[in-house]
């Protein structure tokens, strides 16, 4: 999100201060810029993603270990970078770190539509990893910069387009799979990143002169946020309450094709997740329920159910096999998206402005720190056999209820500093 603009600056008032005139009518074109850049990016990410795991698997024919080591090594990468990452967000802008994040997941792209071996694989998960720290904080500062009252509906806005958007990619990428392979899949989500690092800096363009210039002490400040956020126990208590939300998310990547299904299936169980993820946002938005307590541990519930429901399942394409799998897409995207809302309104309503990058990256750093620990432990399960595949899967399956329990209490701010909605 731009800094010092007069309408999108993440630290451009102090807290509990009212926003300025006309700040209603200046959220819209941030909330604009925000899903545009969701929009081409996630076109590029997931047409790719979606089908990465099989690629490894079956064309490059890497252990499925290897496969949850890279991916967690890039979770360990963005997880590491986010807190000093998230707290120079708040001093220089997203313009500046949001076209940076995109050269760096240019580069990763490129990478991964030319390497055949582990190599290559850990050099772009560990671009994709340093980008992700940068575009992570950076894009959802522009939503959470917004007015309270509008910041609901935007980030509603933001994640039903990039779900909407990650039901077509797959089918993009599959048809591009079909026809050129991997290798063109991978460029053109390569050129994806150019165009939305293209779209950051348009929004950079369109600043006061003077404001892309670094400010005096930057650096000084950087350090001030992380530790400002290191010192607040009642929000590490959150952040580590709701770590296991981003594995339980993300493992679905790893865990449907794992299980025998192939392209064509695994196309479908995303399809079906994104949909259900933009069906709860609506809901999500009315009233600020994102806000409340038992939403995140719906959400949480309803991710370990999925893994539960998946736990079954052979990948053969018969119909009760398909039928388990839909129903499985189905808890993932509606847990999913009662997730994401949850812990983003929380972090928006109860970070002061001035350091919401710094509290972002906090909060991406203790879940990915789980990613990095579960990732791989769940493909070294399935590379043992049947076995090991039903205990990784039943494993994550507790994991939700688990979850859940720890996140009963809302985090709320105490004292006259609070920020409410």
Known sequence: MPSGGPAVSVASRPAGTPPPAGRDAADRPAIAVGVGVQVVSALGYYAVMGHLVAHLRHDVGLLAGTIGLALGTRFLVQSALQPPLGALIDVLGAPRTGALACALRVASFALLATTDGRLGLFGAACLLGAGGALFVPAVQAIIAGTSPARRPAGFAAYLISGQVTAIVAPLVGLA??????????????????????????????????????????????????????????????????????????????????????????????????????????????????????????????????????????????????????????????????????????????????????????????????????????????????????????????????????????????????????
Do not use: H
Not at 264 to 287: E, I, K, S
Not at 369 to 388: E, I, K, R
């Open 176 to 421: 591009v799979l079909r026809d050129g392979g991997f290798g063109p899949l991978a460029a053109g989500g390569a050129g994806c990143w150019a165009i939305a690092g293209c779209l950051f800096l348009y929004v950079g363009g369109r600043r006061r002169p003077g404001a892309d210039r670094v400010p005096a002490g930057a650096r000084t400040a950087t350090f001030r946020g992380m530790a400002t956020v290191v010192r607040d126990r009642a929000f590490l208590r959150f952040a580590g309450a709701t770590a296991a939300s981003i594995l339980l998310a993300g493992e679905t990547t790893t865990v449907v094709p794992l299980k025998g299904f192939g392209s064509n299936w695994t196309t479908v169980f995303f399809c079906v997740a994104a949909a259900a993820t933009a069906a709860v946002q609506p809901w999500c938005a009315a009233g600020s329920r994102a806000d409340r307590p038992r939403v995140l541990q719906t959400g949480l519930l309803l991710m370990g159910a999925c893994y539960l429901a998946l736990l079954p399942l052979e990948g053969n394409g018969d119909v009760p096999q398909v039928s388990g799998l839909v129903a499985a897409a189905a808890l993932a995207g509606a847990g999913q998206g009662l997730m994401q809302s949850s812990v983003f309104q929380s972090i928006a309503r109860y970070a002061p402005p001035e350091r919401i990058g710094a509290y972002l990256g906090v909060s991406s750093f203790v879940s990915g720190m789980v990613v990095f620990a579960g990732d791989p432990a769940v493909g070294s399960l399935f590379d043992t056999g049947p076995a090991g595949a039903a205990t990784a899967l039943a494993a994550l399956a507790v994991l939700g209820p688990l979850s859940a329990a720890a996140c009963a209490q809302p985090l709320i701010r105490g004292g006259p500093a609070e920020i409410t909605n």
